[in-house]
């Protein structure tokens, strides 16, 4: 001992016990040798007494344990290690022992239950079963096991990936670590990227269907404003035509309300009173159902710039949500005024006049805690829907600069207020069919459609007009064309294109190329694809108008007027 100097408040301790009991049993504590060097030892000391019984020394043995110590050490640094990253872990974890008692549970696991569960069966508090499932009866929970699983208790409705790792106890017993990594949302991102994929797929093959449809559809359209032109309005031909007309307006609306639902796009936009497209497309959604509408709405309401399609397409979301609200019947009431913008409004710096509209139904109202969700794709609270009809909404709204709101109580009935900004030009009033058709016009113009009853239409609506007509079935023969009436001195006032040719050239390309034959080229887009990008922001592309088959003779002829005015 002699090359030992053991640390000194340990040393004073021990003398402490010596000189109050005479000895100590198993002491352990740190000692330093001369060189510096710790060691831990252990032992049993006494005093050392003489005949007379005075104390001449101390005596004992003392045991090197360095390696045994180092190792407690490094197993209580170890557990706190464990403790701290199992206490810091999001998943949640607990141990349990051979027969099913838990043994520890970190923070996120006492959360999960409700409670600290140490001590009990694991099967009766963790998973809320009178007895061990299959699963542990198997011994797979003392295994290296990892299996996806929806919990269902009581206490836990969501899904889990399951680890369970088995651990050596010092007895050479067996422990078991399970470890549950909450799985709900990644499963559920990939239902919604699934439905996202469905819904691409959806889009693509109504996108094809519609412009086949609009095709048709404006062959019909164009074939009744032509037949209702001949007509006069005191004969009965001429309400039956109107009638047609206006479904077949109707059809096109649902056309662009397929192609928003299955890919949304950017609205092509024109100057419109709105108030038409309120109470036409109330009346649409509402025919033949008990539910009525009151209106009322400012007799100076502004006119606003939107896609009227889009639009009357956010009045029927609106309306037959507050219709299936009231399964019994009831009123809707649609309030429509001018504000302006002020410093308390949330979006007054968007814009300084708007127009109001509120949607207001007596039904049975939406919960408060759900109302920051009824706009999110996907979310509904009903049996069967989509839940894309508000999302779709919103998205609507939002493309035209607008905002929309709601506010419900439980019991009270929803009500929807919409603010689009007001349009400070003045809304051109439309010409009468028959005036517009008896005016003579002049000038060369290049129709370029695959559809040959297209072709044929625009051939005699616009030979009828008293311009002269060159067709083109594809952008090649296009060119060609345009530029051999260039070389002949008989040059195109203006070319229509179709956007989309199946197998050839479109107009997206074909624009370019008569642009680099004559840069002063008036160039026109058509096409039944009215949700493309292409049509939305045509001036981008080179075009100087635009026009969404089906079109009405009217709008066609005044859109042809203005660009050939400039």
């Avoid at 290296?144 to 889990?160: G, M, V």
């Avoid at 059809?251 to 709105?274: H, N, V, Y």
């Avoid at 706009?375 to 009903?382: A, C, H, N, Q, S």
Wanted: proline share 4%; net charge neutral.
């Amino acid at each position: 001992m002699s090359e030992v100097y053991i640390d000194p408040q340990k040393r004073d301790q021990l003398l402490a016990a010596l000189k109050k009991y005479g000895f100590t049993r198993n002491f352990t504590t740190q000692f330093k040798r001369k060189d510096g060097s710790l060691w831990w030892g252990s032992g049993n000391l006494q005093l050392y007494k003489d005949k007379s019984g005075r104390v001449i020394g101390i005596e004992g043995v003392v045991r090197d344990i360095t390696q045994q110590k180092m190792m407690e050490i490094f197993l209580q640094q170890s557990e706190r290690k464990f403790r701290a990253m199992m206490e810091a872990m999001s998943d949640s974890v607990y141990i349990c022992s051979a027969d099913y008692r838990v043994e520890y549970m970190n923070p996120a696991m006492i959360k999960q239950v409700g409670g600290d569960a140490t001590g009990d069966h694991c099967y009766k508090t963790i998973h809320g079963f009178d007895q061990p499932c299959s699963w542990c009866k198997k011994g797979n929970n003392f295994q290296n096991h990892t299996f996806e699983s929806e919990i269902t208790s009581p206490k836990d409705q969501r899904s889990y990936l399951i680890t369970s790792s088995p651990l050596q106890n010092e007895d050479g017993s067996l422990s078991s670590m399970i470890v549950f990594r909450d799985t709900t949302e990644r499963q559920r991102m990939a239902k919604e990227l699934s439905k996202v994929r469905k819904l691409e797929s959806i889009g693509v093959l109504a996108g094809g269907i519609a412009h086949d449809f609009n095709n048709i559809l404006a062959a019909i359209l164009g074939n009744i404003s032509l037949a209702l032109s001949w007509s006069k309005p005191n004969d009965e031909i001429y309400k039956l035509l109107k009638e047609s007309e206006k479904a077949s307006l109707r059809a096109k609306d649902l056309t662009q309300q397929l192609l928003t639902f299955a890919k949304g796009g950017e609205p092509i936009k024109k100057i419109t009173s709105i108030e038409e497209v309120i109470k036409d497309s109330a009346a649409f959604v509402l025919r033949g159902s008990k539910i009525r509408c009151d209106f009322s709405l400012a007799e100076k309401l502004k006119p606003v710039e939107i896609d009227s399609g889009q639009i009357s397409q956010v009045v029927q979301n609106l309306i037959i949500n507050a219709s299936q609200a009231m399964p019994n019947g009831g009123v809707i009431t649609i309030t429509g005024q001018n504000c302006k913008g002020h410093k308390s409004d949330p979006f007054a710096g968007q814009y300084g006049e708007f127009i109001e509209i509120v949607f207001k139904d007596q039904g049975i109202g939406i919960a408060k805690e759900l109302l920051d969700q009824i706009f999110d794709p996907y979310f509904t609270t009903k049996q069967r829907g989509s839940g894309l009809g508000l999302a779709i909404t919103h998205s609507i709204i939002a493309k035209h600069g607008g905002h929309i709101m709601v506010a419900s109580e439980p019991g009270q009935g929803a009500e929807f207020t919409i603010y689009l900004p007001a349009c400070q030009d003045k809304l051109s009033p439309s010409a009468p069919l028959t005036e517009t058709a008896s005016q003579k016009a002049s000038g060369r113009i290049m129709i370029m459609d695959d559809e040959e009853m297209i072709r044929e239409l625009m051939l005699r609506i616009l030979s009828r007009k008293g311009y002269q007509v060159v067709t083109a079935a594809d952008g090649d023969e296009a060119i060609q064309l345009y530029q051999e009436a260039g070389e002949n001195n008989a040059p195109i006032d203006l070319v229509i294109m179709d956007l989309t040719i199946p197998g050839g050239m479109g107009g997206k390309e074909a624009v370019g190329k008569i642009l680099e034959l004559d840069p002063k080229a008036r160039v026109m887009i058509s096409s039944g694809y009215a949700n493309d990008p292409v049509m939305a922001n045509y001036q981008e592309y080179g075009f100087m108008a635009t026009v969404s088959k089906p079109f009405q003779i009217r709008e066609l002829l005044a859109t042809i007027k203005e660009v050939l005015s400039r």
